[in-house]
C-alpha cells in the first residue's frame, strides 16, 4: 500500500509499481489527512509493505532548518508514521514501512 499527498506522484506510483509487477493499492490522501486514514487503511488491505511519501516546504517566516514545526507537513507525516507502527504492533503484522518526506528548502 502506498500513500503520497500529490495525485501526479501517485499516478507516477501506480505505473511504476505496474512496471514491476507488483500488486499495490495508492491512494492520494493530502499529508494533513494521513495520520487520520493510514490506520483505517491498514485494517482494510492488510498489506505486508506500506510506503508513506509526503511533500514538505518551510512555513513562510521559518528560519530554524532543525525545528520540524517549521515545516508545513513534516509533523502530519511522523503523526502517520507512529499510526502505522500501533496498527503493526496491535495486530502483530511484521509490517515493513518506508517513509520519505522531500522537502524544498528553497
Not at 494533513?32 to 511519501?53: E, W
Not at 509526503?54 to 514545526?69: F, L, P, Q, V
Not at 503493526?88 to 522537502?103: C, K, P, Q
Amino acid at each position: 500500500m502506498s500513500a503520497d499527498g500529490d495525485r501526479k506522484y501517485s499516478q507516477k506510483s501506480v505505473y511504476y509499481y505496474k512496471k514491476l509487477g507488483l500488486k499495490a493499492v495508492v491512494k492520494n490522501i493530502p499529508e494533513y489527512r494521513q495520520p487520520k486514514a493510514v490506520y483505517r487503511l491498514l485494517q482494510i488491505y492488510q498489506p505486508d509493505i506500506l510506503v508513506i511519501t509526503g511533500h514538505d516546504g518551510m512555513i513562510k517566516g521559518g528560519c530554524d532548518y532543525y525545528n520540524i514545526y517549521n515545516y508545513r507537513n513534516s509533523k502530519y507525516f511522523i503523526q502517520t508514521v507512529k499510526e502505522a507502527r500501533r496498527y503493526d504492533r496491535e495486530n502483530n503484522n511484521h509490517l515493513v514501512i518506508f517513509a520519505r518526506s522531500v522537502s524544498k528548502l528553497f
